[in-house]
């Protein structure tokens, strides 16, 4: 069982592209989220999916998007990074099937935006 | 709003004990988590409290107060593999499955 993959591991951008990290878990998790990671700033929460189908606005979502076509994948978007964009992203799931189930998460993608 | 407060950093030696405390403010607190995140690496699940008391799983114990919005992770007979960030979460009532975490204690061991 692989449990939570992400790719790229890591990515180099320049400013104005646009770039979709992957996510993909095998566990039939029905929650899925993702989060930056900075320096001082610990992890921040961008967009959730409590199930396929839909998702969610968290913490820090403006400049990402999500998508939650089946249960296995959660890619996240950035339509025109910035370097302010510049962090590690993980993400992580859940079962969701009671409040006491955990989060996992995946091994993170290093993104750097030029 | 949200908050959870933990210490930046706490140095301490091979063998010894040590307590990383956590304190928080939510409105309807429904669980905390501490999770340990060695350096480069994925965050990994250590515990969790819902209700007030100690849950111990070897080493590592874990404490909640939910009257002070107070937990503290307890580190036993410490390693050097055990320096790491420690990262105190908390999940509220309507909000499913969503943590909010703390910036993270650093951890370090010294022989």
């Known amino acids: 069982i692989a449990g939570i993959t992400q790719a790229p591991t890591s990515q180099i951008l320049a400013a104005g592209r646009r770039m979709t990290l992957r996510c993909t878990q095998d566990?039939?998790?029905?929650?899925m989220y993702w989060y930056r990671q900075d320096l001082g700033l610990g992890l921040r929460l961008i967009h959730y999916?409590?199930?396929?189908?839909?998702?969610g606005k968290g913490e820090v979502p403006d400049g990402y998007s999500v998508s939650r076509a089946n249960t296995d994948d959660f890619p996240l978007t950035l339509a025109s990074a910035v370097p302010s964009q510049t962090s590690v992203y993980f993400c992580?799931?859940?079962?969701?099937?009671?409040?006491?189930?955990?989060?996992?998460f995946g091994p993170g993608t290093r993104l750097t935006v030029l | 709003g949200q908050n959870i407060d933990q210490p930046t950093e706490m140095t301490a030696t091979e063998g010894a004990i040590v307590q990383i405390n956590c304190t928080y403010q939510?409105?309807?607190?429904?669980?905390l988590f501490w999770y340990q995140q060695h350096a480069g690496e994925a965050p990994t699940f250590l515990s969790y409290?819902?209700?007030?008391g100690l849950e111990e799983k070897g080493r590592f114990s874990s404490f909640l107060s939910r009257s002070k919005g107070y937990s503290y992770l307890l580190l036993k007979e410490l390693q050097m593999k055990d320096s790491a960030s420690y990262l105190c979460?908390?999940?509220?009532?309507?909000?499913?499955?969503?943590?909010?975490f703390g910036q993270g204690t650093e951890l370090s061991v010294k022989p």
């Open positions: 992580a799931s859940r079962e969701g099937q009671s409040d006491t189930d955990t989060q996992y």
């Open positions: 566990m039939r998790h029905n929650a």
């Open positions: 999916s409590n199930t396929a189908g839909t998702t």
């Open positions: 939510t409105s309807g607190f429904n669980g």
């Open positions: 409290n819902v209700l007030d």
């Open positions: 979460a908390v999940r509220s009532e309507n909000q499913g499955g969503k943590l909010i």
